[in-house]
Protein backbone atom coordinates (compact mmCIF):
# COMPACT_ATOMS: atom_id res chain seq x y z
CA UNK A 1 0.00 0.00 0.00
CA UNK A 2 1.62 3.02 -1.20
CA UNK A 3 1.68 5.95 1.67
CA UNK A 4 3.00 9.20 2.35
CA UNK A 5 3.66 10.26 6.04
CA UNK A 6 4.35 14.32 6.29
CA UNK A 7 5.89 16.02 9.16
CA UNK A 8 7.61 19.29 10.16
CA UNK A 9 4.56 21.15 10.30
CA UNK A 10 3.91 24.27 12.84
CA UNK A 11 3.72 27.62 13.80
CA UNK A 12 6.42 30.09 12.88
CA UNK A 13 7.43 33.73 12.60
CA UNK A 14 7.90 35.45 9.50
CA UNK A 15 11.09 34.99 7.87
CA UNK A 16 12.51 31.95 10.16
CA UNK A 17 12.22 29.20 8.56
CA UNK A 18 10.84 24.93 8.46
CA UNK A 19 11.86 22.03 7.01
CA UNK A 20 9.05 19.37 5.89
CA UNK A 21 9.38 15.83 5.48
CA UNK A 22 7.59 13.22 3.69
CA UNK A 23 8.36 9.40 4.55
CA UNK A 24 7.03 7.10 1.52
CA UNK A 25 6.74 3.70 1.51
CA UNK A 26 4.96 1.01 -0.60
CA UNK A 27 6.48 1.72 -3.81
CA UNK A 28 9.88 2.28 -5.16
CA UNK A 29 10.32 5.45 -4.61
CA UNK A 30 13.30 6.53 -6.81
CA UNK A 31 11.16 5.91 -9.58
CA UNK A 32 8.60 8.74 -9.27
CA UNK A 33 8.68 12.53 -9.66
CA UNK A 34 7.78 13.91 -6.01
CA UNK A 35 5.65 17.39 -5.61
CA UNK A 36 4.73 19.82 -2.91
CA UNK A 37 1.04 21.30 -3.06
CA UNK A 38 -0.22 23.42 -0.86
CA UNK A 39 -3.89 24.30 0.29
CA UNK A 40 -4.41 28.11 2.64
CA UNK A 41 -7.30 27.51 4.76
CA UNK A 42 -10.67 27.21 3.21
CA UNK A 43 -9.02 27.87 -0.31
CA UNK A 44 -8.40 25.71 -2.75
CA UNK A 45 -5.13 23.68 -4.04
CA UNK A 46 -1.97 25.21 -5.26
CA UNK A 47 1.29 23.65 -6.79
CA UNK A 48 4.02 24.56 -4.75
CA UNK A 49 7.84 22.60 -6.41
CA UNK A 50 7.94 19.20 -8.02
CA UNK A 51 11.47 17.14 -8.45
CA UNK A 52 12.45 14.56 -10.44
CA UNK A 53 12.90 10.98 -9.91
CA UNK A 54 16.90 11.42 -9.16
CA UNK A 55 16.76 14.89 -8.00
CA UNK A 56 18.49 16.63 -10.80
CA UNK A 57 15.35 18.54 -12.00
CA UNK A 58 13.66 21.03 -9.95
CA UNK A 59 10.45 22.97 -10.62
CA UNK A 60 9.04 26.05 -8.82
CA UNK A 61 5.76 28.53 -8.58
CA UNK A 62 7.12 31.93 -8.99
CA UNK A 63 6.54 32.69 -5.27
CA UNK A 64 8.49 30.63 -3.70
CA UNK A 65 11.05 30.37 -5.92
CA UNK A 66 14.91 31.07 -4.28
CA UNK A 67 12.42 30.73 -0.88
CA UNK A 68 11.83 27.29 -0.95
CA UNK A 69 13.94 24.25 -1.99
CA UNK A 70 12.51 20.68 -3.03
CA UNK A 71 14.72 17.71 -2.58
CA UNK A 72 14.70 13.97 -1.58
CA UNK A 73 16.95 11.14 -0.31
CA UNK A 74 15.74 8.51 -2.40
CA UNK A 75 18.09 5.71 -0.26
CA UNK A 76 15.77 7.23 3.03
CA UNK A 77 12.71 7.26 0.51
CA UNK A 78 12.10 10.88 1.87
CA UNK A 79 11.20 14.02 -0.08
CA UNK A 80 11.87 17.36 1.68
CA UNK A 81 10.69 20.91 1.64
CA UNK A 82 12.71 23.87 2.78
CA UNK A 83 10.79 26.56 3.68
CA UNK A 84 12.83 30.13 3.96
CA UNK A 85 12.39 33.51 4.35
CA UNK A 86 8.51 32.38 5.17
CA UNK A 87 5.33 34.89 4.83
CA UNK A 88 2.03 35.07 6.18
CA UNK A 89 0.88 34.27 2.67
CA UNK A 90 2.72 30.71 3.35
CA UNK A 91 0.28 29.65 5.88
CA UNK A 92 -1.62 26.22 4.34
CA UNK A 93 -1.64 22.82 4.81
CA UNK A 94 1.53 21.21 2.61
CA UNK A 95 0.56 18.22 1.26
CA UNK A 96 3.08 15.73 -0.82
CA UNK A 97 2.01 14.00 -4.02
CA UNK A 98 3.33 11.20 -6.21
CA UNK A 99 3.51 12.18 -9.87
CA UNK A 100 1.59 9.36 -11.33
CA UNK A 101 3.79 6.99 -14.37
CA UNK A 102 3.06 8.91 -17.09
CA UNK A 103 4.99 12.09 -19.25
CA UNK A 104 2.29 14.51 -17.95
CA UNK A 105 2.51 15.67 -14.49
CA UNK A 106 -0.89 14.34 -12.17
CA UNK A 107 -1.22 13.31 -8.80
CA UNK A 108 -1.91 10.05 -7.85
CA UNK A 109 -1.37 9.44 -4.38
CA UNK A 110 -1.30 12.18 -1.42
CA UNK A 111 -0.29 12.70 1.84
CA UNK A 112 -2.55 13.20 5.00
CA UNK A 113 -1.20 16.97 5.19
CA UNK A 114 0.87 19.11 7.45
CA UNK A 115 0.07 22.35 8.83
CA UNK A 116 2.31 25.29 8.56
CA UNK A 117 1.49 28.73 10.06
CA UNK A 118 3.44 31.75 9.81
CA UNK A 119 2.67 34.00 12.36
CA UNK A 120 4.08 36.93 15.03
CA UNK B 1 0.72 30.45 -16.73
CA UNK B 2 -1.95 28.31 -18.15
CA UNK B 3 -5.09 29.70 -15.74
CA UNK B 4 -7.66 26.89 -15.09
CA UNK B 5 -10.74 28.61 -14.77
CA UNK B 6 -13.84 26.35 -12.93
CA UNK B 7 -17.75 26.59 -12.92
CA UNK B 8 -19.39 27.09 -10.59
CA UNK B 9 -18.08 27.94 -8.19
CA UNK B 10 -21.01 25.92 -6.40
CA UNK B 11 -23.39 23.43 -7.03
CA UNK B 12 -27.20 21.62 -4.97
CA UNK B 13 -28.12 18.70 -6.17
CA UNK B 14 -29.98 15.82 -5.06
CA UNK B 15 -29.17 11.70 -4.77
CA UNK B 16 -29.30 10.23 -7.77
CA UNK B 17 -29.33 13.52 -9.62
CA UNK B 18 -26.76 13.91 -12.81
CA UNK B 19 -24.32 17.39 -12.29
CA UNK B 20 -21.55 18.63 -15.02
CA UNK B 21 -18.46 20.88 -13.87
CA UNK B 22 -16.59 22.52 -16.19
CA UNK B 23 -13.22 23.73 -16.13
CA UNK B 24 -11.73 26.54 -19.04
CA UNK B 25 -7.86 27.17 -20.08
CA UNK B 26 -6.07 29.92 -20.97
CA UNK B 27 -4.80 27.93 -23.65
CA UNK B 28 -4.53 25.11 -25.24
CA UNK B 29 -3.87 21.92 -23.07
CA UNK B 30 -3.97 19.08 -25.69
CA UNK B 31 -6.18 16.95 -23.20
CA UNK B 32 -3.33 17.35 -20.32
CA UNK B 33 -6.15 17.72 -17.70
CA UNK B 34 -6.97 15.65 -14.15
CA UNK B 35 -9.62 15.81 -12.05
CA UNK B 36 -9.35 15.24 -8.16
CA UNK B 37 -12.15 14.56 -5.74
CA UNK B 38 -11.44 16.41 -1.94
CA UNK B 39 -13.47 15.82 1.04
CA UNK B 40 -13.43 18.24 3.85
CA UNK B 41 -11.02 17.50 6.20
CA UNK B 42 -8.88 14.84 3.69
CA UNK B 43 -6.56 14.97 0.97
CA UNK B 44 -7.31 14.82 -2.57
CA UNK B 45 -8.04 11.74 -4.84
CA UNK B 46 -7.48 11.56 -8.41
CA UNK B 47 -10.57 10.52 -10.32
CA UNK B 48 -9.80 11.22 -13.90
CA UNK B 49 -6.35 11.59 -16.10
CA UNK B 50 -5.80 12.78 -19.92
CA UNK B 51 -9.30 14.71 -19.77
CA UNK B 52 -11.25 11.28 -19.82
CA UNK B 53 -9.19 8.69 -18.70
CA UNK B 54 -11.11 7.10 -15.33
CA UNK B 55 -8.41 6.14 -12.59
CA UNK B 56 -7.56 2.83 -10.85
CA UNK B 57 -10.79 1.92 -8.36
CA UNK B 58 -13.08 5.12 -9.13
CA UNK B 59 -16.52 4.31 -10.17
CA UNK B 60 -17.58 4.50 -13.68
CA UNK B 61 -20.41 6.78 -12.48
CA UNK B 62 -17.23 9.91 -13.27
CA UNK B 63 -16.77 10.60 -16.77
CA UNK B 64 -14.66 13.52 -18.35
CA UNK B 65 -14.71 15.06 -21.40
CA UNK B 66 -13.31 17.73 -23.63
CA UNK B 67 -10.92 19.17 -25.45
CA UNK B 68 -8.57 22.46 -26.48
CA UNK B 69 -9.27 24.61 -23.72
CA UNK B 70 -12.29 23.34 -22.47
CA UNK B 71 -13.17 20.23 -20.40
CA UNK B 72 -15.75 18.89 -18.21
CA UNK B 73 -16.71 16.47 -15.01
CA UNK B 74 -19.81 14.44 -15.51
CA UNK B 75 -21.28 12.51 -12.39
CA UNK B 76 -24.18 10.09 -12.81
CA UNK B 77 -26.71 9.09 -10.09
CA UNK B 78 -25.07 11.35 -7.74
CA UNK B 79 -24.08 9.23 -4.39
CA UNK B 80 -23.83 10.09 -0.17
CA UNK B 81 -20.22 10.09 -0.89
CA UNK B 82 -19.74 12.13 -3.74
CA UNK B 83 -20.85 15.38 -2.25
CA UNK B 84 -17.24 17.24 -2.19
CA UNK B 85 -15.06 19.31 -3.84
CA UNK B 86 -13.82 18.61 -7.18
CA UNK B 87 -11.14 20.31 -8.62
CA UNK B 88 -9.24 20.15 -12.58
CA UNK B 89 -5.77 20.45 -12.95
CA UNK B 90 -3.70 21.22 -16.05
CA UNK B 91 -0.62 18.49 -16.10
CA UNK B 92 0.60 20.15 -19.20
CA UNK B 93 3.85 22.25 -18.05
CA UNK B 94 4.83 23.76 -15.00
CA UNK B 95 3.89 25.80 -12.87
CA UNK B 96 1.04 23.25 -12.62
CA UNK B 97 -2.41 25.08 -12.21
CA UNK B 98 -5.74 24.36 -10.49
CA UNK B 99 -8.75 25.21 -10.83
CA UNK B 100 -10.55 27.28 -8.14
CA UNK B 101 -12.71 24.48 -6.92
CA UNK B 102 -16.62 23.62 -7.18
CA UNK B 103 -18.36 22.47 -3.99
CA UNK B 104 -20.83 19.66 -4.44
CA UNK B 105 -23.86 20.40 -1.88
CA UNK B 106 -26.61 18.22 -1.06
CA UNK B 107 -29.73 19.70 -1.78
Known amino acids: EVQLVESGGGLVQPGRSLKLSCAASGFTFSNYGMAWVCQAPTKGLEWVASISTGGGNTYYRDSVKGRFTISRDNAKNTLYLQMDSLRSEDTATYYC?????????????WGQGVMVTVSS | DIQMTQSPASLSASLGETVTIECLAS??????LAWYQQKPGKSPQLLIYDASSLHTGVPSRFSGSGSGTQYSLKINSLQPEDFASYYC?????????FGSGTKLEIK
Open chain 2, 89 to 97: QNGLSAPLT
Open chain 1, 97 to 109: ARHTDSSYIYFDY
Open chain 2, 27 to 32: EDIYDI
